[in-house]
């Protein structure tokens, strides 16, 4: 059973940064962060796999993914934020290699860190 733990969220104000770490407990092909905003459907926003990263449209230009095997870590560097992104972030592993933006690509799921930006 893969564990996953999320940390880094908090309360920013608009155009401000967050920094989110995802600690992971063994090695999987794909990770990726979710977000879920009252309310709303769970969404992809950033994935990466093996030599590739793949980004929702909402988070191109202001959110990096990135991930270190040697410090098991993946994390999510957050710039610009606007008050739309609002909600709780999960980090997400997968055992396939298709660095896919879909819930249902994966098997293990974090608790969730809440990132706030107030306007």
């Known amino acids: 059973q893969v564990q996953l733990v999320e940390s880094g969220g908090g309360s920013v104000q608009a155009g401000g940064s967050l920094r989110l770490s995802c600690v992971f407990s063994?090695?999987?092909?794909?990770f990726a962060w979710f977000r879920q905003a009252p309310g709303k459907e769970r969404e992809g926003v950033a994935a990466?796999?093996?030599?590739?990263?793949r980004y929702a449209d909402s988070a191109k230009g202001r959110f990096i993914i990135s991930k270190a095997y040697g410090k098991n870590t993946v994390w999510l560097q957050m710039n610009n934020l606007y008050p739309d992104d609002t909600a709780t972030y999960y980090c997400?592993?997968?055992?396939?290699?298709?660095?896919?933006?879909?819930?249902?690509?994966?098997?293990?799921w974090g608790q969730g860190t809440q990132v706030t930006v107030s306007s």
């Open positions: 063994e090695y999987m092909y794909t």
């Open positions: 997400a592993a997968s055992d396939t290699s298709s660095s896919s933006l879909s819930s249902a690509e994966y098997n293990f």
């Open positions: 990466i796999g093996v030599g590739e990263t």
